[in-house]
């Protein structure tokens, strides 16, 4: 079983529409949690941490379930310059400075117009 | 500011050649990694470094790969006689400290390897 497994979509959505993801990981023990975004043939960008408490930045909105070992995304009025992959990552200890991140294989979103 | 940089952008190496992938962190951070991605997967950890201590390199494929931060900065990868499923885009990311906190990673743009 790979330690984070996100559904690789891909997720075609209209613009203006309201989508989410999951991701669920299997290390129990994992600590800190994040959401990247890749774009074509770029690198991953932080997109956002996810936090117990769920947190919120704008259009995007992440939750963890620490019960089920899942995380989400949710992505409210989407735009065109959402469409990109959403990679899942977790560490297994306090933070991504000191170790090194465990990525899903992401979630690839199209907003089409 | 800069951030870091990668060398080459493209690699085409012929099958049992060495290749040397570069890595340039951004200035000041402590925290280097190095991370395989191949197409239609997500990234994958290969070794980390605080300064020049190589802390981890549990992820290294085989003993056909190797990575080096001498002084601190710079980092080698180097992949000895390469095989076809080497192919793939070789991400470096930095960041400023190692303690254990929450930091942000930042990558580079990758180095695109096609072994032939």
Redesign the interface.
Known sequence: RKE?EQD?GPFNVPEGATVAFNCTYSNSASQ?FFWYRQDCR?????LM?VYSSGNEDGRFTAQLNRASQYISLLIRDSKLSDSATY?CVVTP??????????????THLIIQP | GAGVSQSPRYKVAKRGQDVALRCDPISGHVSLFWYQQALGQGPEFLTYFQNEAQLDKSGLPSDRFFAERPEGSVSTLKIQRTQQEDSAVYLCASSFVGLGFEETQYFGPGTRLLVL
Not at chain 1, 42 to 46: G, N, Q, R, V, Y
Not at chain 1, 95 to 105: E, N, Q, V, W, Y
């Open positions: 984070v690789p800190s770029k690198e991953p960008k932080l941490s990679l200890h306090g933070g991504g400075g000191a170790d090194g991140l465990t990525f899903g294989k992401g």
